[in-house]
């Protein structure tokens, strides 16, 4: 077993001089490049498909895909899914009588995504999201629908990288 000396640092390196100057080197590089700056109201954001946006419930045929199993509000690290099942005589057993996100919470991590054996949640691309109180934050089925045309680059997506 042979031991190696590590190069001992000159003189001028241990005043780290020489990384500083190669720091604002890169720094000044960066200022004279020209600027791109979006004018953002006007000139809206075209997010990939692989954008995480807020979550959202997918819609089909005017019902949601959701079974209620909720392993979504399981895995989510925020606590912030609450789901509450309901028993249907329709071909799925379950259903989702609330489903809540708490949008203050929400860290947008797609775990929720990931775990879920319907595809009934996705992340969605938006991310404007206002509130004026943390009632207004609290986003149940009626804010959470989306149809399924709407998300359909997102589920295509997910579909191609699993």
Avoid: H
Avoid at 21 to 46: A, D, I, N, S
Avoid at 142 to 148: G, N
């Amino acid at each position: 077993m042979a031991i190696v000396k590590k190069k001992d640092l000159t003189i001028l390196e241990q005043t780290y001089l020489p990384q500083v100057v190669k720091g604002l080197g890169q720094t000044f590089k960066q200022m004279f490049k020209p600027k791109f700056t979006r004018q953002y109201p006007e000139e809206r954001w075209v997010s990939p498909p692989s954008f995480r946006g807020r979550p959202v419930l997918v819609e089909e045929q005017g019902k949601e895909r959701c079974v209620a199993c909720g392993l979504c509000s399981r895995v989510c690290p925020a606590l912030a899914i609450e789901v509450q099942a309901g028993e249907t005589e329709l071909e799925k057993e379950r259903y989702p009588e609330k489903f809540e996100i708490n949008m203050l919470r929400c860290i947008y991590c797609g775990f929720c995504e990931e775990v879920c054996p319907e595809e009934a949640i996705v992340m969605s691309d938006e991310f404007e999201l206002v509130f004026n109180n943390q009632p207004e934050a609290i986003y149940g089925k009626d804010k959470l629908l989306f149809p399924k045309e709407r998300v359909q680059k997102r589920l295509d997506f997910l579909k191609e990288n699993r």
